[in-house]
């Protein structure tokens, strides 16, 4: 089985307001990310921290599991840890960012035919640059799990680089949407 953790914990503070309620094209942001999810994967659990009240009735009404991760100001490998929790015993696990509404449903597929033929960790790279979100195959949690507060899930990746592979995808991987200009000018390109 394949799951996905959606890191919506975080303060939106160059936002200024809640920005995973945001709306484009009539849809909150994060509705966006969890229906490309929602194709291909077999569980969803959105960690979220601050101010969690606001998001939950969105994730009622689209029938997902959440969790709150009450440490989310130790940083984003807290919410990882709390997300991959619930998820431990499933095959693999994608690691999203809530505020990344393009992901493309067609490079999820890819990413998990590539780990189905061996790879630990499949990850997005435009021009060079890894994105999100990344699949970690089962045999890391434990790993993931036992990072310290100064530690990130890059060390993960490094430590397991023979095990990585890429996978060619858009500018949608290296983007998400923190200020209000950001978002203006994404929703000219969508």
Same mark, same amino acid.
């Given at each position: 089985m394949i799951g996905a953790v959606i890191l919506g914990a975080g303060e939106s503070?160059? *936002?200024?307001?809640?920005?995973?309620?945001l709306e484009i094209k009539g849809r909150p942001m994060l509705e966006?990310?969890?229906d490309s999810f929602k194709k291909v994967v077999d569980e969803i659990v959105v960690v979220?921290?601050?101010?969690?009240?606001?998001?939950?009735?969105?994730?009622?009404?689209? #029938?997902?599991k959440w969790t709150v991760n009450v440490n989310? &100001? #130790?940083? *984003?490998v807290?919410?990882?840890k709390e997300g991959l929790k619930m998820l431990k015993d499933f095959d693999a696990v994608f690691v999203a960012l809530g505020d990344q509404p393009l992901v493309e449903v067609d490079f999820l597929k890819k990413a998990i035919e590539v780990w189905k033929n061996g790879a630990k960790v499949v990850c997005p790279v435009v021009k060079g640059k890894k994105g999100h979100p990344v699949l970690f195959?089962?045999?890391l949690f #434990?790993?993931? &799990?036992?990072?310290?507060?100064?530690q990130f899930l890059r060390d993960v990746i490094h430590r397991h680089k023979e095990d990585l592979r890429t996978l060619e995808s858009g500018e949608?991987?290296?983007?998400?949407? #923190?200020?209000?200009e950001g978002l203006e000018a994404f929703k000219w390109k969508f």
């Open positions: 503070r160059r *936002m200024g307001t809640q920005k995973l309620l966006w990310v969890i979220l921290g601050h101010r969690p009240e606001l998001l939950i009735p969105l994730l009622r009404r689209l #029938d997902v989310y &100001l #130790d940083g *984003m807290t919410s990882v195959d089962r045999s #434990d790993e993931i &799990l036992g990072l310290g507060k100064d949608w991987a290296i983007t998400d949407i #923190d200020t209000p």
